[in-house]
């Protein structure tokens, strides 16, 4: 669906419960990992074959960006691979971290790897939709008492 109104596209996106947070790309749990990623227009790397998300932080680096909440969480969803399994503490490479001139920067290579069909291919109507622990709640709580599909305004 295609919703040319901003707000009214934010609204539905967690409504549906797609995209729940209101502000952040990152959608998550940290001890669970990422539930989902919202790419903008200003990715310039976005093809078919996946595409590379710099993790949480800013898009203006001052500082290294930290494995904490939103990191932590892609990371959980990262491979790792087991490069010394002789080593008396096994030592583990994951995808997910790479150096800037500067700073340490988390990317994350993001492709595809489901064997199942995309939600808006026809053979995907046979699944059903699974929502985080506690979603249909806060949802309910979250509906205004009136009843009536309002959107906020943003000052």
Known sequence: MKVKNPEIEEKLKRKSGVHRPPVSGIHERNLEGVYSLVLGCVYEDYYDNGFTYTG??????SR????????????????????NKTAPTPVTLGEGIASSHRYKVWKYKLR??????????????????????????????????????????RN
């Open 112 to 153: 595809r790897d489901d064997p199942n069909p995309v939600p808006w291919e026809d053979e995907a109507k046979q699944f059903s939709i699974v929502c985080p622990d506690g979603y249909l709640e806060a949802d309910r709580k979250s509906q205004p008492k009136d009843n009536k599909n309002t959107f906020p305004r």
């Open 56 to 61: 949480s932080g800013g898009q203006y680096l």
């Open 64 to 83: 290294d960006q930290t494995l904490t909440r939103q990191n932590i969480a892609l990371a959980r969803n990262c491979v790792m691979k087991i490069i």
